[in-house]
């Protein structure tokens, strides 16, 4: 659980550094805008392997339950993880109707997967590890609000919107198939 909680401090606590603004600044002054990214992007990187490494060793050493998951959450589920892949991909379409409405996709997104994945996982390291994610969404999307940043402008339905619908909806099948290979968990 260690690695879980140390890569996640990494890898949402360098996420979190965004929002420092004056830190965040004063650090790139000091080691200049390249030195910065790098150091960043390795810091990040370094963290998400622990999470990767620390979630899969809890997961083998021993699952701590902490609630049984109801079956009428599942549904529930799997339309946020919809949601979830939609607004990834908006997040990096052409500015059109949805990612105007969704203002942050990429936070959005964030959080409606974190959200699915806590309502259906009761397990301690899930919910360390959805909990987390879930709280640094909503905590960077109040940081980009306070800062005044409105995020995409809202305009009419574009080529975008069509892409992100159906290549989001194309990730998101793909994850029935994926999901039970790369997680080693089925998603029913």
């Known amino acids: 659980m ?12 360098v996420h979190m550094l ?11 002054a ?6 910065y ?7 990040a990187a370094a963290g998400l392997v ?3 490494w620390g979630f899969g060793r809890y997961r083998s050493s021993g699952y701590i339950p902490v609630w049984d998951t109801p079956a009428w959450l599942l549904p529930i589920a799997l339309v ?4 979830s892949f939609v607004a990834l991909v908006a997040t990096y379409a052409q500015a059109g109707k949805l990612k105007g409405l969704l203002r942050h996709p990429m936070l959005a997104g964030i959080k409606a997967w974190a959200l699915a994945h806590l309502l259906v996982n009761g397990d301690l390291g899930s919910i360390i590890l959805f909990g987390a994610f879930l709280a640094w969404a909503v ?3 109040i940081a980009v609000k306070r800062r005044g940043d409105t995020g995409a402008p809202r305009s009419d339905f574009t ?25 080693g968990v089925p998603i029913t």
């Open 139 to 141: 905590y960077d999307r």
């Open 159 to 183: 080529l975008g919107d069509a892409v992100s619908l159906l290549a989001g909806s194309a990730l998101y099948a793909s994850m029935f198939w994926l999901h039970p290979w790369l997680i």
């Open 18 to 28: 965004t929002t420092a603004r004056h830190t965040r600044g004063a650090l790139m």
């Open 50 to 52: 622990l999470i990767v």
């Open 37 to 43: 990214k790098g150091l960043y992007s390795i810091v």
């Open 2 to 13: 260690l690695l879980l909680i140390t890569g996640l401090v990494l890898f949402l606590g």
């Open 30 to 35: 000091r080691l200049g805008e390249g030195a």
């Open 80 to 83: 946020l993880m919809w949601f």
